[in-house]
């Protein structure tokens, strides 16, 4: 199985800040590479496929870059609806597997 | 709306079986692989199962696999999960989510239920 290591587990930022959370895949997973922002009580909301990909409607401070290996969800001014916790997932292969959260907070 | 509502959670012994369900609406079902994603109280999220959009590749995460059964019924717009031998660390909450594609592969989950809560307990 392929596992998935995010960084931080947890983070403090301000509003307005530029924030970068990473992602690291056990072995290739080419561009597999998914993010979700999932906030208390809530179920996960799709942000970025495909590692760059941005779905309709999410926010343009968002992006996602990366390949192979190594991945960055990066939001470039956080907004106070930010606060939230992110997981990556690779789709590469079954199981798709989920990074353990990053959790975002003031 | 694309949406999707799980049920048949609930509160079982250890040992025991139970069954989840997840009604589609909004979209066209069997053009599309599904998934069962659970998350533990106050923990993340685990992949637990897959199904393509013919029925014709399922699978299931190491830990349920051998005890869990996922299938779906095109015609019902609808989405099961039959868990048997269930044991304490199944407790979670169970979401039901769509693929972006017909298969398990390279796309990511677009959709996601409400989630419906499995306790195992005696």
């Known amino acids: 199985d392929i596992q998935m290591t995010q960084s931080p587990s947890s983070l403090s930022a301000s509003v307005g800040d530029r924030v970068s959370i990473t992602c690291r895949a056990s072995?290739?997973?080419?561009?597999?590479l998914n993010w979700y922002q999932q906030k208390p009580g809530r179920a996960p909301l799709l942000l970025i496929s495909?590692?760059?990909s941005l779905q309709s409607g999410v926010p343009s401070r968002f992006s996602g870059s990366g390949s192979v290996t190594d991945f960055t969800l990066t939001i470039s001014s956080l907004q106070p609806e930010d606060f939230a916790t992110y997981y990556c997932?690779?789709?590469?292969?079954?199981?798709?597997?989920f990074g353990q959260g990053t959790k975002l907070d003031i | 709306e694309v949406q999707l509502v799980e049920s048949g959670g609930g509160l079982v012994q250890p040992g025991r079986s139970l069954r989840l369900s997840c009604a589609a609406s909004?979209?066209?079902?069997?053009?599309?692989?599904m998934h069962w994603v659970r998350q533990a109280p106050g923990k993340g999220l685990e992949w637990v199962s897959g199904?393509?959009?013919?029925?014709?590749?399922?699978d299931y995460a190491d830990s349920v696999k051998g005890r869990f059964t996922m299938s779906r019924d095109n015609a019902k717009n609808s989405l099961f999960l039959e868990m048997n031998s269930l044991r304490s660390e199944d407790t979670a909450l169970y979401y039901c989510?769509?693929?972006?594609?017909?298969?398990?592969?390279?796309?990511?989950?677009?959709?996601w239920g409400q989630g419906t809560t499995v306790t195992v307990s005696s």
């Open positions: 989510t769509k693929d972006e594609s017909g298969w398990l592969y390279y796309y990511a989950m677009d959709v």
């Open positions: 909004g979209f066209k079902f069997d053009d599309y692989a």
């Open positions: 199904i393509s959009w013919n029925s014709g590749t399922i």
């Open positions: 072995q290739s997973i080419h561009i597999y």
């Open positions: 495909a590692a760059s």
């Open positions: 997932q690779q789709s590469h292969s079954t199981p798709n597997t």
